[in-house]
């Protein structure tokens, strides 16, 4: 040093200086040059999803993402200048620091994400409208055949703003002002939501099973979150596929062959387990062999580079789904773009976020996308309407998704296939799988205080539909006794519209026709001439008083239940008087009077009193009047 220090001062001046303005114009290029590359290989994908020994999973599934082309941090940081993101840059320092000391926990997430507008709508214009999309998903049910399934829909994407008459479909939450409130790090419970209209206008809805005050927006106001993309697409660029989906993927791309018994249910569950390490998932994986030689000994013979391909893919997606020394996988980083497997929409559009005046964020599956429609092997698929004209009033209630089950009735023939209402047999719009074979976890269309809004006026009892205590067969008139206006138990006047046949949906009886535990006697006489008097004789105070529980019963309803047991014109007697039986199950019938006694018939009693007279009346006519005397003896021809 001192002998470049000894040269330089043996310079003349103006060479001198000319040499350290030289030097210390090399350093500071060197400086910017080195502190250019060293900036740019920091924000390199490589070095963030490499260096740090916490991020092989995320980087994994960066690379197989739409967004492999994005540098990490034009989403991290935030596509500003370079003034703006050194700064930003520089608090993550913390992050290095507990890299380096191992003081963090697994699984790890994302705490400082840059807000959407500021990076994704950098790129994707917001005010761009999408047309519907047509979508095709297929799955395979785990049985032994992998029977596949097809599911078509057409998703409501739109977007675009209000001015041009536009802004609805699922990206009408980027043009309209949507707020939420959620005390979940991974905003999967959001108890509260605001949405302010155009106009100012503001709506809150809280969760009715949380049980908020109705202020509750105002104590969190300075926690609100405006809503953004990332709210739904959480997993846009760093997506952990579930077993079941990957599975699905693999056997509809044909990367596995399908003829493999049980391939899907036996790779669903070894992608499920968890695992101490990779190489103990990756060994449990590759046991798939031995299983398939010992239980399909004959089609393993057959296929056995199929099966063994079908492992090398299993393996592949469990590495690229399932990291255990970091303690993730598909279930620790939820994915919101949907409401299978996490709440994703239903968050919001879960039935049971209600406004105080009782407007509900709508759960209607056509907002979003059409009704899905299934179609199983061997089928045509379906003709899809993107526009379904003449929608009901009733539909545009925003409980309707809620209500439908209970407002079924024949005016939806008029536009639906009804049949098998609430079946999975995908033989009408009624029995979609996609809808009633799906047990929707995070919706809350049962939660007690929707029913109460939205549940007709329950049948009287228990608060229950009320079980049937008598026999139902073909013949079963539910109407006779159960009219809304005047029947023996009137219906409630919310089933006024309610066909006959959706009766039995709800209303299951207890003993089956014929049962002997409640048997309803045959009439044990003919009814010629008197198919409207049964009440004559079995009153409340006829000689043969029918059960105190038939008080109130009109005669034309008796005949719903009690069948003839003797046709009219048979008899087993012609000389007896009528009985209600023989004592091995005949009946008798009346014996008609004499043609010479016209002009008598007030005075049967006279001669035909049970305890005395010219001839007496058998003994269980005891008691009977004349006028119920002429209801079974007629004169003769």
Same mark, same amino acid.
């Given at each position: 040093?001192?002998?470049?220090?000894?040269?330089?001062?043996?310079?003349?001046? +103006? &060479? =001198?200086?000319?040499?350290?303005?030289?030097?210390?114009? /090399?350093?500071?290029?060197?400086?910017?040059? $080195?502190?250019?590359?060293?900036?740019?290989?920091?924000?390199?994908?490589?070095?963030?999803?490499?260096?740090?020994?916490?991020?092989?999973?995320?980087?994994?599934?960066?690379? $197989?993402?739409?967004?492999?082309?994005?540098?990490?941090?034009?989403?991290?940081?935030?596509?500003?200048?370079?003034?703006?993101?050194? +700064?930003?840059?520089?608090?993550?320092?913390?992050?290095?620091?507990?890299?380096?000391?191992?003081?963090?926990?697994?699984?790890?997430?994302?705490?400082?994400?840059?807000?959407?507008?500021?990076?994704?709508?950098?790129?994707?214009?917001?005010?761009?409208?999408?047309?519907?999309?047509?979508?095709?998903?297929?799955?395979?049910?785990?049985?032994?055949?992998?029977?596949?399934?097809?599911?078509?829909?057409?998703?409501?994407?739109?977007?675009?703003?209000? =001015?041009?008459?536009?802004?609805?479909?699922?990206?009408?939450? $980027?043009?309209?002002?949507?707020?939420?409130?959620?005390?979940?790090?991974?905003?999967?419970?959001?108890?509260?939501?605001? @949405?302010?209209?155009?106009?100012?206008?503001?709506?809150?809805?809280?969760?009715?099973?949380?049980?908020?005050?109705?202020?509750?927006?105002?104590?969190?106001?300075?926690?609100?979150?405006?809503?953004?993309?990332?709210?739904?697409?959480?997993?846009?660029?760093?997506? /952990?596929?579930?077993?079941?989906?990957?599975?699905?993927?693999?056997?509809?791309?044909?990367?596995?062959?399908?003829?493999?018994?049980?391939?899907?249910?036996?790779?669903?569950?070894?992608?499920?387990?968890?695992?101490?390490?990779?190489?103990?998932?990756?060994?449990?994986?590759?046991?798939?062999?031995?299983?398939?030689?010992?239980?399909?000994?004959?089609?393993?013979?057959?296929?056995? #580079?199929?099966?063994?391909?079908?492992?090398?893919?299993?393996?592949?997606?469990?590495?690229?789904?399932?990291?255990?020394?970091?303690?993730?996988?598909?279930?620790?980083?939820?994915?919101?773009?949907?409401?299978?497997?996490?709440?994703?929409?239903?968050?919001?559009?879960?039935?049971?976020?209600?406004?105080?005046?009782?407007?509900?964020?709508?759960?209607?599956?056509? $907002?979003?996308?059409?009704?899905?429609?299934?179609?199983?092997?061997?089928?045509?698929?379906?003709?899809?309407?993107? !526009?379904?004209?003449?929608?009901?009033?009733?539909?545009? !209630?925003?409980?309707?998704?809620? =209500?439908?089950?209970?407002? /079924? !009735?024949?005016?939806?023939? %008029?536009?639906?296939?009804?049949?098998?209402?609430?079946?999975?047999?995908?033989?009408?719009?009624?029995?979609?799988? #996609?809808?009633?074979?799906?047990?929707?976890?995070? &919706?809350?269309?049962?939660?007690?205080?929707?029913?109460?809004?939205?549940?007709?006026?329950?049948?009287?009892?228990?608060?229950?539909?009320?079980?049937?205590?008598?026999?139902?067969?073909?013949?079963?008139?539910?109407? &006779?006794?159960?009219?809304?206006?005047?029947?023996?138990?009137?219906?409630?006047?919310?089933?006024?519209?309610?066909?006959?046949?959706?009766?039995?949906?709800?209303?299951?009886?207890?003993?089956?026709?014929?049962?002997? %535990?409640?048997?309803?006697?045959?009439?044990?006489?003919?009814? @010629?001439?008197?198919?409207?008097?049964?009440?004559?004789?079995?009153?409340?105070?006829?000689?043969?008083?029918?059960?105190?529980?038939?008080?109130?019963?009109?005669?034309?309803?008796?005949?719903?239940?009690?069948?003839?047991?003797?046709?009219?014109?048979?008899?087993?007697?012609?000389?007896?008087?009528?009985?209600?039986?023989?004592?091995?199950?005949? %009946?008798?019938?009346?014996?008609?009077?004499?043609?010479?006694?016209?002009?008598?018939?007030?005075?049967?009693?006279?001669?035909?009193?049970?305890?005395?007279?010219?001839?007496?009346?058998? %003994?269980?006519?005891?008691?009977?009047?004349?006028? &119920?005397?002429?209801?079974?003896?007629?004169?003769?021809?």
């Amino acid at each position: 040093m001192s002998r470049i220090t000894s040269w330089l001062f043996s310079l003349r001046r +103006p &060479v =001198r200086w000319a040499v350290i303005i030289a030097v210390m114009i /090399f350093l500071i290029l060197a400086a910017i040059t $080195i502190s250019a590359t060293t900036w740019e290989y920091t924000n390199s994908p490589a070095f963030c999803g490499t260096t740090c020994h916490a991020m092989p999973p995320e980087y994994t599934a960066y690379q $197989i993402s739409p967004h492999a082309r994005v540098a990490c941090v034009d989403c991290h940081l935030g596509q500003d200048t370079v003034l703006l993101t050194v +700064p930003r840059k520089a608090k993550e320092l913390s992050h290095v620091v507990n890299a380096l000391t191992k003081s963090y926990e697994p699984p790890i997430y994302v705490k400082n994400l840059r807000p959407a507008r500021d990076t994704c709508e950098r790129c994707h214009n917001p005010e761009k409208f999408s047309f519907d999309t047509f979508v095709e998903i297929k799955r395979f049910a785990e049985d032994e055949a992998n029977t596949p399934t097809r599911t078509y829909l057409i998703v409501k994407t739109g977007g675009g703003t209000r =001015r041009e008459g536009l802004g609805r479909g699922i990206h009408w939450h $980027i043009e309209n002002e949507v707020w939420f409130y959620s005390d979940d790090p991974l905003k999967q419970t959001i108890p509260y939501v605001r @949405e302010v209209g155009p106009e100012g206008r503001v709506i809150e809805y809280f969760d009715v099973e949380a049980g908020l005050p109705p202020d509750f927006g105002q104590q969190v106001e300075d926690r609100l979150h405006l809503m953004d993309c990332i709210d739904c697409h959480t997993r846009i660029s760093h997506l /952990f596929r579930s077993p079941s989906d990957a599975m699905d993927d693999a056997l509809a791309r044909r990367q596995i062959d399908n003829r493999i018994p049980r391939i899907k249910q036996r790779g669903v569950q070894v992608l499920s387990q968890k695992y101490n390490s990779t190489e103990e998932g990756l060994q449990a994986i590759e046991a798939l062999d031995d299983w398939y030689r010992e239980n399909y000994p004959d089609f393993y013979a057959e296929n056995q #580079a199929a099966v063994k391909n079908a492992i090398k893919v299993i393996e592949e997606i469990f590495t690229v789904t399932v990291f255990p020394n970091l303690g993730i996988g598909w279930q620790t980083h939820p994915n919101n773009a949907g409401h299978r497997e996490f709440p994703g929409c239903f968050r919001c559009h879960d039935g049971k976020h209600t406004s105080p005046a009782g407007k509900t964020i709508r759960l209607e599956c056509n $907002i979003c996308h059409s009704i899905p429609e299934v179609v199983e092997p061997g089928k045509a698929a379906p003709v899809l309407s993107i !526009d379904k004209p003449g929608e009901p009033e009733s539909h545009q !209630d925003s409980n309707w998704l809620a =209500r439908h089950r209970y407002q /079924f !009735d024949e005016t939806c023939v %008029a536009c639906h296939d009804v049949s098998n209402p609430g079946g999975t047999d995908n033989t009408s719009f009624c029995s979609n799988s #996609a809808c009633h074979a799906i047990k929707w976890k995070y &919706v809350g269309l049962d939660a007690p205080a929707i029913r109460a809004m939205v549940e007709p006026p329950p049948v009287p009892g228990n608060g229950q539909p009320q079980p049937v205590p008598h026999p139902i067969g073909p013949r079963t008139d539910c109407n &006779v006794c159960h009219d809304a206006t005047d029947g023996v138990r009137p219906f409630p006047a919310d089933h006024t519209s309610y066909e006959q046949t959706l009766c039995t949906q709800c209303h299951q009886p207890t003993l089956v026709e014929g049962s002997e %535990a409640a048997p309803i006697p045959p009439i044990s006489h003919t009814l @010629e001439g008197r198919r409207d008097q049964c009440l004559v004789c079995h009153g409340e105070h006829g000689f043969k008083p029918y059960p105190a529980d038939h008080i109130g019963r009109m005669a034309n309803t008796c005949l719903s239940c009690h069948e003839e047991g003797v046709a009219p014109g048979d008899s087993t007697s012609s000389t007896e008087p009528a009985t209600e039986g023989t004592g091995e199950g005949e %009946a008798k019938t009346a014996p008609p009077t004499p043609a010479d006694h016209v002009g008598r018939e007030g005075l049967c009693l006279g001669c035909h009193q049970p305890d005395g007279g010219v001839q007496p009346a058998p %003994a269980d006519h005891a008691g009977r009047e004349v006028d &119920v005397c002429l209801s079974c003896h007629v004169p003769a021809e």
